[in-house]
């Protein structure tokens, strides 16, 4: 006897769309990623796809509050607080780009036309990341310097945005190159030679 096919939850096929958007944007790219694609992904007809997103922004939107959701589980499954700050800064660097590494659509995302020209909510959504990493790397880099193991001429808002080109530009190398080296080690590697940068000279 044939058994009956089990219809989805409305919650439960969104986050199938979602989870689809994402996997094919590391496949294909964000600007290639087409409502057809998409439905022919997971097997539904794309008024399917618009009964539960309206709009592709839509689709961007809710992508942008799982990668949210994720960044946030991420954050409290590692907290580190005990540690020295310049050692916060390490393992929160590497976590980021362990994170990249295992989600390669936010790499493709941020340097694509869809984040870029064409969908300034996703645009704003990824520049409040961005200024929200940059404003705890400063307080952990302002800490470094009070405490004399950072140059005390070091501006902590530009050694901050030191450390965010270093992972922005790290992960443009990463998909450039196919994804073909260990991202958070070479993170770790280039990101010490740039902390030694910034403590006193002797």
């Known amino acids: 006897m ?3 096919r089990t219809r989805k939850s ?6 199938e769309i979602v989870d ?3 996997r094919l944007t590391a496949e294909i790219g964000p600007d290639r990623l087409t409502t057809e694609r998409l ?5 539904l007809s794309q008024p399917g796809i618009f009964r539960h997103f309206p709009t592709k922004a839509d689709i961007w939107k809710a992508v942008a509050a799982h990668i ?6 991420n954050a409290v499954r590692h907290t580190g607080d005990e540690a020295e700050p310049a050692e916060r800064v390490q393992n929160l660097v590497v976590r980021q780009l362990t994170f990249l590494a295992a989600t390669p659509a936010i790499p493709a995302i941020l340097f694509s036309r869809e984040l870029h020209a064409d969908n300034e909510e996703l645009r704003s959504f990824f520049v409040g990341l961005m200024a929200n990493l940059h404003q705890h790397f400063s307080a952990l880099i302002a800490a470094e310097i009070e405490a004399g193991r950072f140059d005390e001429n070091l501006d902590p808002d530009d050694a901050a945005m030191l450390v965010l080109a270093l992972i922005q530009g790290l992960a443009m190398r990463w998909s450039l190159n196919a994804r073909d080296f260990d991202l958070a080690r070479e993170g770790a590697r280039l ?7 910034f403590r006193p000279k002797r």
């Open 10 to 15: 409305a919650e439960a096929r969104r986050v």
């Open 191 to 197: 990101l010490k030679i740039q902390l030694d940068g």
């Open 20 to 22: 689809a958007a994402l």
């Open 39 to 43: 439905a022919a992904e997971i097997g």
């Open 68 to 73: 949210a959701e994720m960044l946030r589980e």
């Open 2 to 4: 044939k058994q009956a």
